[in-house]
């Protein structure tokens, strides 16, 4: 079975800094990998996500996220982070046409001021 | 606008009690799932659908069931809240060959 591990539960970035946030994954073949945002009290809202093709993928609100094959890892990255920035993150995957997503445990992202 | 709705948005109920919570989806999507949510913690597939008259139990074992006659709409029910099912409960959906979900803003239970 698939799994997830983001290894950062918590993560404090200042404004206008740089984010990279972890996501490791283990499934024996290239799943399709996603990465979504929860604000509080709020669904999931998805950021990007990889299918196949070019590794480095772009999604909305200037994330980027590049899957590594050989490091079985899909980080999510963002060149200056925002106070609006701030919530939940999680990282998925799908083995494809299948039942539903496994996820991560989740990133809580903080930024200082 | 395509989109997926959940109802209530918050329900706090007493032990016992019988409960739906609603989901409907006009993204014209066959598959359908609930996840359910504790407080800091990851999402886990309690049940998902394939389409009309289709339903399946997800990784996490729930005393919840769920019913499909219509595409659109696939409500979870609990015959008999407890404590212990007060959680946030998260619907979605996909298209049949597409992995990519969409969710709905999300039900908090609080069962006292």
């Known amino acids: 079975a698939q799994s997830v591990t983001q290894p950062d539960i918590h993560i404090t970035v200042s404004e206008g800094a740089s984010l990279e946030l972890r996501c490791n994954y283990s499934y024996g073949a290239t799943p399709y990998l996603f990465w979504y945002v929860q604000s509080p009290g709020q669904g999931l809202q998805l950021l990007l996500k990889y299918f196949s093709g070019d590794t480095l993928v772009q999604g909305i609100k200037g994330f980027e996220a590049e899957f590594k094959r050989s490091q079985s890892s899909f980080n999510l990255r963002k060149p200056s982070v925002h106070w609006s920035d701030a919530a939940e993150y999680f990282c998925?995957?799908?083995?494809?046409?299948?039942?539903?997503?496994?996820f991560g445990k989740g990133t809580h992202l903080i930024i200082q001021p | 606008e395509a989109d997926i709705y959940q109802t209530p948005r918050y329900l706090v109920i007493g032990t016992g009690k019988k409960i739906t919570l609603e989901c409907s989806q006009t993204?014209?999507?066959?598959?359908m799932y609930w996840y359910q949510q504790d407080p800091g913690m990851e999402l886990h597939l309690i049940h998902y659908s394939y389409g009309v008259n289709s339903t399946e139990k997800g990784d996490l074992s729930s005393e919840s069931t769920v019913s499909r006659i219509r595409t659109e709409h696939f409500p979870l029910t609990l015959e008999s809240a407890r404590p212990s099912h007060t959680s946030q409960y998260l619907c979605?959906?996909?298209?049949?060959?597409?992995?990519?979900?969409?969710f709905g803003q999300g039900t908090r239970l609080t069962v006292v």
């Open positions: 979605a959906s996909s298209e049949y060959l597409g992995p990519e979900a969409f």
């Open positions: 998925a995957v799908s083995p494809g046409g299948a039942d539903g997503l496994t």
């Open positions: 993204m014209g999507h066959d598959k």
